[in-house]
């Protein structure tokens, strides 16, 4: 499975003063002395990220046409097992294979087809098994060009992902502001998410494959899906810190 590839973080700052008018509604502040009124740093940021797919579907069709039923039948048979038995050793489960068969006479012949789909998480398994195949079969077996798609796991961990990025890149922006003031950054008394937007990859199932002439890094990159995400925070300000010098 391909892990998330983060792609550089882009943070934007707006600071207000608490005495400025503000569309944000009015956190409400903690009592006692650690919050006086006003002293807040008003801060938006957000952040970028993107994933590769996580999946590949790959099919492959397979068919006989003989006089006799039994020989249509076998001769596929014999194949589908095959194909089976390959992708069963490369460590592929029975659930991410699936087989349809559609059996036929045409004229005086029978005709047996199938289709076999394979799911895979890892795509050093997949070239494998499909050059495999391709030797051993040759033009006996067709097979699809890899679909690069995401799961819904994967999409919602990348939603995730940005959105506690683009939270701690307005931490750290508050921060360095305080810091420039000789102050010190209290607790978030807000924080909202503003906006999100999502681009890219193949996450709805219904798009089109991509055309045959790509090659498969270039179908990775197709299918690969990016997210964004802006914040707004409100933070307390402690104040200056307590500095004390060590005499030696």
């Given amino acids: 499975m391909s892990l998330p590839v983060p792609s550089p973080a882009r943070v934007f700052a707006e600071l207000v003063s608490a005495q400025s008018p503000t569309p944000s509604p009015a956190p409400v502040r903690p009592s006692g002395p650690s919050a006086p009124p006003g002293r807040e740093v008003h801060v938006s940021g957000s ?8 999946r590949a579907r790959v099919s492959l069709r397979l068919g006989s046409r003989k006089e006799a039923a039994g020989a249509a039948r076998s001769s596929v048979a014999r194949r589908l097992q095959y194909i089976a038995q390959s992708a069963r050793q490369r460590g592929i489960l029975e659930e991410n294979m699936t087989v349809t068969e559609d059996f ?29 195949l391709i030797e051993k079969l040759g033009t006996s077996v067709t097979i699809s060009p890899p679909h690069f798609y995401h799961t819904p796991e994967a999409v919602d961990n990348l939603r995730r992902q940005v959105c506690v990025a683009a939270v701690g890149n ?11 003031f000789g102050q010190s950054l209290g607790k978030p008394l ?8 999502e681009w890219g990859g193949h996450i709805d199932s219904h798009l089109p494959h991509s055309p045959d002439s790509l090659t498969l890094q270039e179908r990775i990159q197709n299918a690969t899906a990016h997210a964004s995400c802006r914040v707004f925070a409100v933070f307390e300000i402690k104040g200056k810190g307590n500095r004390r010098t060590k005499l030696l």
């Fill in 47 to 54: 952040a970028e990220l993107s994933a590769g797919p996580d």
């Fill in 104 to 132: 036929s006479r045409v004229e005086n012949t029978y005709q047996m087809e199938a289709e076999v789909c394979i799911v895979f998480s890892d795509f050093g398994k997949m070239q494998n098994v499909c050059n495999l």
């Fill in 170 to 180: 307005t931490r750290r922006k508050a921060q360095e502001v305080c810091h420039l």
């Fill in 190 to 197: 807000l924080i909202r998410e503003e906006e999100t937007k």
